[in-house]
Nanobody
Framework: QVQLVESGGGLVQAGGSLRLSCAAS????????MGWFRQAPGKERQFVAA?????YYADSVKGRFTISRDNAKNTVYLQMNSLKPEDTAVYYC????????????????????WGQGTQVTVSS
């Protein structure tokens, strides 16, 4: 099992930036896929970005958000620029072991372990 701890959330004005971090511990591997999801009140958890050998983004954040990882620190980051009020949500990171070409990293069910989440609030 992998333990994930997110940090970096907060309150920011529209147009601003935040960088989220997700520190992983336990049985980690550089071959694990890492993903970011978000959940707004009353809505389902939705895919934001993922990274394995490539990076993947939801259309709603493409060009504004960047996912990256530091394998030496077992940490994945989500740089969020040009934030909008509709980006307001709890952001979760997740990890999956044993990714292959058939794995759909946009699905919550593709992931094995989840963090507790960090709140991001964007004011207009």
């Amino acid at each position: 099992q992998v333990q994930l701890v997110e940090s970096g959330g907060g309150l920011v004005q529209a147009g601003g930036s935040l960088r989220l971090s997700c520190a992983a511990s336990g049985r980690t591997s550089i071959t694990d896929a890492m993903g970011w999801f978000r959940q707004a009140p009353g809505k389902e958890r939705q895919f934001v970005a993922a990274i394995i050998w490539s990076t993947y983004y939801a259309d709603s954040v493409k060009g504004r958000f960047t996912i990256s990882r530091d394998n030496a620190k077992n940490t994945v980051y989500l740089q969020m620029n040009s934030l909008k009020p509709e980006d307001t949500a709890v952001y979760y990171c997740a990890t999956r072991r044993g990714t292959n070409a058939q794995t759909d990293l946009r699905l919550t069910t593709s992931y094995d372990d989840w963090g507790q989440g960090t709140q991001v609030t964007v004011s207009s």
